[in-house]
């Protein structure tokens, strides 16, 4: 039976990564890995984070089961933290990861009759497949044109009309992955609007609070969005916002009528429960211990803002050059880690063997991975191959 199995085709950013790896040139550049890297092109350990771990480890007096829904002190943390007060009408469970909560919330839709999710396209290479694997059908709902980095809202709105009631659509909150574009406060009106005349259900996926404007600010759009909508379901990802990648750290929130909240939560600790019964602990502690200290949510935000600075400096840095027709300065304006450049995969395998700088092979580049001193050579090699 085993024996019979086909083998799955590899992520293709794994293949990246494995010949950024090989690759013996000195000045090789590594735009590929979606993970946040400071100056020096390092991903380090966040203080307030080292000192949480520290606390943790003097304190904690046992390691049973940290019960279904989680450590409920995280879960009203990180829902203060995103949502504010309307957060404390949530229906919420911890969950393994953005990507756990993701699943956690197809499956949830699933059990509730939806049949497909809309993913405004591009998208996060992943979305697709927790989709299918919730055994939902995925539907490509194009968005955004890469050539003029812009969102086409006339487009996405049309495509509501591939759903039915009660199916879903994945709406990144902020810092889009993997085009750096997000919705204005206006666009997320409008998508309510549309989402609540056609009955679906908006699956807000919180990946990157923090990166992108502010901590605040990176969620405006996604809470004037809830306030709008009778029903909603949020996945958040601690992973990037606190640098806690391997901890897997995340939770999924649904907005939901009072009356129906002890059924929802029911059916997520049900399929919770087949799937890995309890959640870890240890990476949700931290969140706890450092968002309920005064004095290290203060380092965690001092360091958050840096972490955004560099990342706008390097935007704008970018977005100065001057690139043969390619519309650089509107890289400035985009969000978070993330741009897809207007860029063919020939020119991307160009970029890669001739110049030795490596994205995806769809053209995304992880602004945080380019150093000041790389950026002139990384523009000039852009204009050798556009
Ligand atoms: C858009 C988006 N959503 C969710 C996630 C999931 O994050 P994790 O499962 O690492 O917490 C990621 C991670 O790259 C992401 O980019």
Redesign the pocket.
Known sequence: MIESLAPKAPDPLLKIIKMYREDPRTDKIDLGV?VYKDGEGNTPVMRAVKDAEALLLAGQKTKTYVGQQGDVDFLKLVGQLAFGAMSREFVSIQAV??????RLGCDLLREAGAKRVLLPAPC?P??PSIVRAARLEPIDAPFFNITEQRIDMDALIASFAQAERGDGVIL?ACC??PLGADFSLEQWTQLAAALNARGIIAFV?L??QGFGDGIDEDVAGARRLLEQVPEAII?I????SFGI?RE???ALFVKAAEKSRAAVMSNLAAIARANYSMPPDHGAAIVREVLSDEKLRASWREELDQIRSHIKRTRRQLAAARVNSMPMHLIADQKGMFSTLPLDGAQVTRLREQHGIYMTDSARINVAGLREADIPRFVEALKAVA
């Open positions: 979606g990861g953005g990507t756990g909560a993701l996060w992943n979305h990144q889009h992955n996926d990946a990157y996945a990802s601690e992973a990037k990648y897997r750290v995340g």
